[in-house]
Structures are given as C-alpha cells and as structure tokens.
C-alpha cells in the first residue's frame, strides 16, 4: 500500500509513554487515556516518544526526520495505523477545537464512576477503591519478606496436595456422591470467597510492590458473575519478576486456600474419630475446587494469570496474537502455498507450537465444561439446551472465523482460485473426517427407585425415540465434579414414556432435597439392583453414531422439540 504522504497523525488526549527499566531489549509501556495498558517494542516507543514531544499533528516523513533511518514513511504510517487502532494515537486531520484538547484527540474514558462498561460484553460494579488505602497498607505488607511469604505458600500447598493423596479414595466418593443443601450452599459460599480473596490478592501484591491497584468490586464477564481487582497499573513495576509476582499473587492465594482446606479436613476427620461428615465434605470439595482452578488460571494458552505471568517473564507485548499469527502464517503456506519466513528458529518453532496451543485450547475448554455441565444442563429443560447449544455454536464459530480470516489472508496475497479452491477442499476434507468420527450413542438421564417400580427420567421427549428394550443402563451416583457407577439394569419390553413424579435428586447433585416432586417422563427399568441408591444418574448406551450426528441430535434437535 502506497504510503498517504499528507497523513498527520497525534497523540490521543491522557496517553503516557514510560521507557523500560532494561536499557537494552526492554519493552516499553503505554498508558492509553481510558486508563489500560499496552506494551511495545522498543521501535514503537521511540516511536510514540517522537509523537508525544509534538504539540499539534505531524506528518510521517517529519517523523522520519526525527527517528533517522531504517524507519521510512511507509514504515512509520503502517504503525501508527496500527497505533490508531489500540487508541494510541488519532488522525491529525480530525484535530478541530471541539474534538481535541490541547491539540490531541480525546479518547473515550473507561470511566470512574461506579458502573462501569467494557467492550464487548463485560460490566463491572465498583465496591471500594483499593488505591485510598494503599499508603497505609504498603509497610504493614512490605514488613514480611516475599521469599518467607512464599515458602509459606508453598509448604501449605505441598502439604495439603500430599493430604488428598493420601484420602484420595475417600476423595473421589465425596465428588462422586450427591451433597446436603446445607454443603452445596456452604460450598458456594466459599467458593465466592476465595474467588474475591484471588482478586484481593493481585491487590496486595501490587501494594507491597510499589504501586497501587484502582478498583475493586464485581462485574457480569460475559453475563457470569465474577469479581475483579483492577491491577493495570502493574505493568508501570520496573523489573520482571515484580509484574510475575503480581500475576501469580492470584493463584498462590487460592493455592493456599487450597491447602488450609485439606489440613483442616484432616483434623476434623480426626476429631470425629475418622468419619467424614458434611464439614470434611465440605472442606474437601473447596480444597479440590481451588487445586483445580490454580490449575486452570496456569495454563498459558488463555488470557488468565498464567499466561500474564509468562509474558512480563519473557517481556514480550503481544505474545498470544504473535504466537496466533506465527500459527497461521505456517497454516496459509501449507493450505495455499502463500511464502512466510522458513521456520527454522527455535524461538520461531515455540511460537508455532503455542499459537496452536493458543487456537485449540479454547475450544477444549469449552469441550470439557460441556461434558460436566451437560446432565445438570439437561436436567433444566429448554434454558440449560440454550445454554448447551450456544456453547456448541461458539466452538463451530470459533473454527469458522479462523478458516474465513485464512481465505481473506490468502485472496489478499493474490493466490489463485486454483491453489484457493485447493485449500478450502482440503479443509473441508478435514472437517467430514472429523464429523465422520464415531461417538458411543447415549442418553444421560436421572433415574428413581422406589416400591412402585423403577424407571429412566428422561430429560427431554426427543430422547425417548432413542431408546429400546433390552437397552443397558448404566446407574451412577451423580457428584459436584464426577460420577461413579454403583450398579446396572436394563430398559423394560414397555418402554413407552410415563407421566411420573421424581425428585430433584434425580436432575441435580442434591441429596436431600426431595419435596415437591417434579412431574417427569419416565420408561421403565426391568429392576433395580438391590446395591443401587434411591436416585441419581442413568446412562443408557444405544450403540454409536457419527460426530456430527451425535451433536446435531444431543444439543440442537432438543431445541424444537
């Protein structure tokens, strides 16, 4: 593209450039006028240092003049076009007196009231603001060191890891085994806290550091309640391993809540003469709950604590979407032959690797919160089939855009409809196989038994076509996070649905809150085994059907029906 000789470019109004604690190879940071952050090479901030010593509009080759060679005009309009894009900088053509202070662009504040509304989908509520009591906070938190408070971390952690291990088949019944109403809202409750303890966390971790979060309260992250610590002003924390700290801070907290859980499980265990009962249950569940998301939050591929720690370690701004286009420049030379740079450096190579990471973990992850939500899901009728079909359409649409932004990425590199055409069969290709893929053919459902007979509960009518006599069920006992099969059955000759009357332990975890009974289909089981518990889950296996059909089936034709 043929560089706009006449462009003239400014700074937005509220933008801060700071310069890197590192002389040489240290990533400079930019302060937008909403308040967030973006990190830059080293170019691009000499780059925006130039911008800002300018107190009106300046054109590209005045640029050029000032930063000297390699730059050139087409290399410095190509950035701040992409600078205009993150808010950085405006076109110097809209300058006029009402929409410029000063002679910069005014940028759209974030906002520091209350209520707050983030692109695309988030609002966020401000409790109190953190930053008022930071002063106070700093020498209380900066008089115990961070390698004592570490150790603690750690120990604690280990400690209860080893304490699971140890109870691990008492574990594994209780997340297998239906809870009291008092230990699931107990749960839940804790939960809660130690989320909000996470986000307070990253806050006292940037106190003791030297800066000094903004906000603190709870927002809708996609319509799912959550809390958040705004922590931004993290990435003005001069050296590496202050900004790790404060992305870990996070996960070390629940790590610890994690193992204070397990140690006190054991002691109660111990007090009641080694039985469980629902405050080990309790304090079993939370310990496991907060292991696993310390898990999760470290995985690198999606933007939570993990991959903010790994990237103020190796300094590099804009790691995931590097690492998602070193993927896909190596997908467009295989599909359509379009040149990139011969992969061939190691640092090139783990890029590749991660963005693949990056592209497919998503996607997994919704895959697997599908397979533990599905029954509970299920169990709600029509609102939990929404739910599962848009997360089905949210997978189909995160694979579609990557093949559209492929195919734009190829016509803009002038490939032939030949070697096009080429690519988009071999993708299609590689989709039917993976929609050819055989899946075992079942239908997931609650089950009761009781003196008036046995019968499968059947979440949705479609479901019931699916199922014959002589067909094997699989009764297990439902938990908040697995299921454990306890005995087995088979489906009766008259196998047509029912009107009955089950308990809600027989859609959802709960052990004992059965009154009132929901009106339910029900078939009827040949038995019951005499080991089996009153109710809980059935799974009946008919064979195997393609992918495709399987989803098509099992999340969309409930829809409708």
């Given amino acids: 593209m043929k560089p706009d000789e006449d462009a003239a470019f400014v700074i937005n109004d509220g933008v801060r450039v700071y310069e890197p ?93 209350r209520v707050v509304f983030v692109p695309p989908l988030t609002v966020q509520f401000t409790v109190f603001r953190i930053d008022r009591l930071a002063g106070r906070l700093r020498p209380v938190l900066q008089a115990v060191p961070l390698g004592v408070l570490c150790y603690v971390v750690g120990i604690v952690s280990i400690i209860g890891v080893i304490m699971l291990a140890l109870r691990w088949t008492d574990v594994v019944v209780t997340l297998s085994e239906p809870v009291s109403l008092k230990v699931a809202l107990s749960v839940a409750f804790a939960s809660f806290a130690a989320i909000t303890l996470h986000e307070l966390g990253h806050g006292v971790a940037l106190i003791r550091e030297g800066e000094a979060p903004s906000r603190f309260g709870f927002m809708f992250f996609y319509l799912v309640p959550a809390m958040f610590c705004d922590v931004s002003d993290g990435w003005l924390l001069r050296r590496k391993r202050q900004r790790v700290t404060v992305a870990l ?23 009641s003469a080694g039985e469980s009962n629902d405050v080990v249950i309790s304090l079993t569940l939370v310990s496991v709950s907060n292991y696993l998301a310390v898990i999760i939050n470290l995985v690198p ?66 895959a697997l919160g599908l397979g533990a939500w599905e029954s509970v899901l299920a169990g709600m009728g029509r609102p939990g089939h929404i739910i599962l079909a848009a997360a089905v359409v949210y997978i189909l649409w995160l694979f579609l855009r990557k093949v559209v932004s492929c195919v734009r990425e190829a016509k803009l590199q ?141 999340y969309f034709f409930p829809l409708f029906h």
């Fill in 21 to 113: 604690a590192e002389k040489v190879g240290g990533c400079w940071t930019v302060k937008r006028g909403d308040g967030s952050y973006v990190r830059v090479g080293s170019d691009m901030g000499r780059l925006f240092v130039a911008l800002t010593s300018s107190s009106s509009a300046i054109s590209p080759s005045a640029l050029v003049s000032t930063l000297g060679p390699p730059w050139t005009v087409g290399d410095v309009t190509s950035a701040l076009n992409a600078a205009m894009r993150l808010d950085i900088v405006g076109n110097g053509r809209m300058c006029s007196s009402s929409a410029t202070k000063n002679g910069r662009l005014k940028t759209k504040k974030r906002g520091s009231g």
């Fill in 414 to 554: 002038n490939v032939s409809w030949k070697r096009l055409s080429c690519g988009l069969v071999a993708i299609t290709i590689g989709a039917g196989a993976v929609a050819a893929i055989p899946v075992p053919s079942r239908v997931t459902g609650g089950y009761v038994c009781h003196d008036e007979g046995s019968y499968f509960i059947v979440f949705n009518s479609l479901d019931a076509g699916k199922i014959e006599g002589g067909d094997l069920v699989s009764l297990r006992s439902r938990g908040v996070l697995l299921t454990r099969e306890h005995g087995a059955t088979t489906v009766a000759s008259n196998h047509e649905p029912m009107p009955i009357e089950a308990p809600l332990s027989a859609y959802v975890p709960v052990s004992d809150f059965d009154t009132p009974e929901i009106p339910s289909n029900g078939i009827m089981l040949s038995n019951c085994p005499s080991d089996a518990k009153p109710t809980g889950q059935a799974v009946v296996q008919s064979g195997s059907v393609p992918l495709a059909m399987h989803i098509v089936r099992h």
């Fill in 301 to 366: 591929l999606v933007k939570l604590d993990g991959y903010i720690a790994l990237m103020a370690h190796l300094d590099v701004p804009f790691l995931r979407q590097n690492a998602l286009d070193a993927t896909r420049t190596l997908a467009l030379w295989i599909l359509f032959g379009v040149r990139c740079p011969v992969i061939s450096a190691f640092q090139t190579q783990w890029m590749v690797w991660f963005g693949l990471g990056c592209a497919a973990f998503p996607i997994v992850l919704v």
């Fill in 249 to 271: 801070a996070g996960v070390a907290t629940q790590a610890l809540i994690g193992g204070v859980c397990s140690i006190a499980a054991v002691f109660s265990m111990l007090t």
